[in-house]
T-cell receptor
Framework: GQQLNQSPQSMFIQEGEDVSMNCTSS?????WLWYKQEPGEGPVLLIA?????ELTSNGRLTAQFGITRKDSFLNISASIPSDVGIYFC?????????????FGPGTRLSVLP | EAQVTQNPRYLITVTGKKLTVTCSQN?????MSWYRQDPGLGLRQIYY???????DKGDVPEGYKVSRKEKRNFPLILESPSPNQTSLYFC??????????????FGNGTRLTVT
């Protein structure tokens, strides 16, 4: 089935720094979603991207849908302690008649005060 | 408050003892799904349901059963749990399946340990 790869696996940054992470696939996705999971909770949708080349912001978060449709990027500006969590990219699989979301393994973000 | 509710949050059981994890949503969503989350593997879909009485296998359905007798409920059943089913389980729902502007809403998870 389709797979998503995320890098880096984990990152430790100082409060106030900007963060960049990416998600890649060997196959094309028509939608890219970015979720954040905080400890003890379920993932929460941050940003949804629906067109190749699209750049979308949500507060300090900005995500881009890669032109090749095989990648997406998430940037966080001026990080704060509450940005801590695991960030997942996801997209609808073309398997199961497109009724399955494929998730990447996640990027674990730690913010040091 | 719109939400997906799973119970229990934590469950420890022994091999072979049947268990059910309940999931309920109050958003009148048609689509519901179960995922398991394991370190380094992200979330993998177990089963999904497009509507009442309509269920289908995801990527890792072996050892699990589901039912969708009512729109709001989607229980996950482990008839004979084994240690390799120790995991963090999430139920999720969306308005109308995987489509434009129909994102998944997740519950808070059930941590299952099978000894």
């Amino acid at each position: 089935g389709q797979q998503l790869n995320q890098s880096p696996q984990s990152m430790f940054i100082q409060e106030g720094e900007d963060v960049s992470m990416n998600c890649t696939s060997s196959s094309i996705f028509n939608t890219w979603l970015w979720y954040k999971q905080e400890p003890g909770e379920g993932p929460v949708l941050l940003i949804a991207l629906y067109k190749a080349g699209e750049l979308t912001s949500n507060g300090r978060l900005t995500a881009q849908f890669g032109i090749t449709r095989k990648d997406s990027f998430l940037n966080i500006s001026a990080s704060i302690p509450s940005d801590v969590g695991i960030y997942f990219c996801a997209g609808p699989s073309t398997d199961n008649y497109g009724q399955n979301f494929v998730f990447g393994p996640g990027t674990r973000l730690s913010v040091l005060p | 408050e719109a939400q997906v509710t799973q119970n229990p949050r934590y469950l420890i059981t022994v091999t072979g003892k049947k268990l059910t994890v309940t999931c309920s949503q109050n958003m009148n969503h048609e689509y519901m799904s179960w995922y398991r989350q394991d370190p380094g593997l992200g979330l993998r879909q177990i089963y999904y349901s497009m509507n009442v009485e309509v269920t289908d296998k995801g990527d890792v359905p072996e050892g699990y059963k589901v039912s969708r007798k009512e729109k709001r409920n989607f229980p996950l059943i482990l008839e004979s749990p084994s240690p390799n089913q120790t995991s963090l389980y999430f139920c999720a729902s969306s308005l109308e399946g995987i489509s434009y502007n129909s994102p998944l809403h997740f519950g808070n998870g059930t941590r299952l340990t099978v000894t």
